[in-house]
């Protein structure tokens, strides 16, 4: 009944409240995204998004349709996997930053084992900037990381904003350094921070350096001091720092998909556990309180 074409495009632009993203992700024009998000609207006899010539949204329809669609396509790919008799093998070399494993990861790899099972998988888990070198020199397949704000490279899953976040209780005093906890360098969440607290004319000294997160967040427990973190995925036992004590913004933070140059094999992995982080993202967006992409996107 319903077009698997039309339900991944709508799926696209669901996850990033955009036509023209979503058009950019699949890689075709603006008005197949938008034709074929008509044409399911037809075939539900319903409204799936309210959009204007500001904002696209979805309806309480749109938002129904999401579980709907999820669950259709993955029993589509798993029919076509199963009677064409194809089933991919091999090792995937696959980069990821820790805020992410430690949250949403788990259950994307679930879905990806349970499609792939002999797809030998080697997971590294590093800082975002690390990530980037590793693909470069070829020792990655793919990577899930953040990028630095203006970078252009990489695949859009999702945005979220950065936030200041320490242990309930925390006080700064305005008249002494602010005490961080921070990743060593090449973090782009420690450049962010260094980066904006200069630009305030802020002092600042570093009360912790760990490049595991989970260092940082026993760091942070301790009130030891404030860390730049993504808003979606806070730790629990922290929080956001109350505006009264005055940091600075920090911005947002994208979260991008990157491919590397193997072919064969190990491309079609890569592709299809790509796959599976970007049919995910509506869960990544809305269960973990994303800021979503894009949300001033003009109506088709």
């Not at 009677?83 to 093998?89: K, Y």
């Not at 470069?136 to 397949?141: I, K, V």
């Not at 802020?202 to 350096?209: G, I």
């Not at 869960?283 to 949300?295: E, K, M, P, Q, T």
Request: net charge positive.
């Amino acid at each position: 009944m319903y077009d698997p074409a039309q339900l991944r495009t709508f799926l696209a632009v669901a996850q990033t409240l955009s036509f023209t993203a979503a058009a950019r992700r699949l890689g075709v024009r603006q008005s197949t995204v938008s034709q074929h998000v008509r044409r399911l609207e037809d075939a539900t006899g319903r409204q799936l998004f309210a959009r204007d010539t500001h904002r696209v949204d979805l309806t309480a329809d749109g938002e129904a349709m999401l579980g709907f669609a999820r669950t259709i396509l993955e029993a589509h790919e798993r029919a076509s996997a199963y009677f064409t008799g194809t089933r991919l093998r091999g090792r995937l070399r696959f980069g990821a930053s820790e805020d992410f494993v430690q949250t949403r990861l788990p259950e994307i790899l679930q879905t990806f084992r349970r499609d792939h099972p002999e797809v030998e998988l080697e997971l590294t888990v590093e800082l975002s900037g690390t990530l980037h070198r590793q693909l470069e020199a070829g020792r990655l397949d793919l990577v899930l990381a953040k990028r630095r704000a203006g970078d252009t490279h990489g695949q859009l899953v999702w945005q979220d904003a950065l936030v200041w976040i320490g242990a309930p209780g925390l006080r700064l005093d305005p008249d002494r350094p602010v005490p961080l906890v921070v990743f060593p360098p090449p973090g782009i969440t420690r450049a962010r921070a260094l980066e904006v607290l200069e630009e305030q004319g802020r002092s600042w000294r570093v009360a912790c350096t760990s490049g595991s997160l989970s260092g940082l967040v026993a760091a942070a427990h301790a009130g030891l001091g404030v860390m730049a973190h993504t808003q979606g995925l806070v730790p629990p036992g922290l929080e956001p720092v109350p505006v009264r004590a005055g940091l600075p913004e920090l911005g947002a933070v994208d979260f991008v998909l990157l491919h590397g140059r193997r072919r064969g094999v190990a491309q079609q992995a890569a592709d299809a556990l790509a796959t599976a982080i970007l049919a995910g993202g509506d869960r990544l967006i809305r269960s973990a309180g994303f800021v979503g992409v894009n949300r001033h996107d003009p109506a088709p």
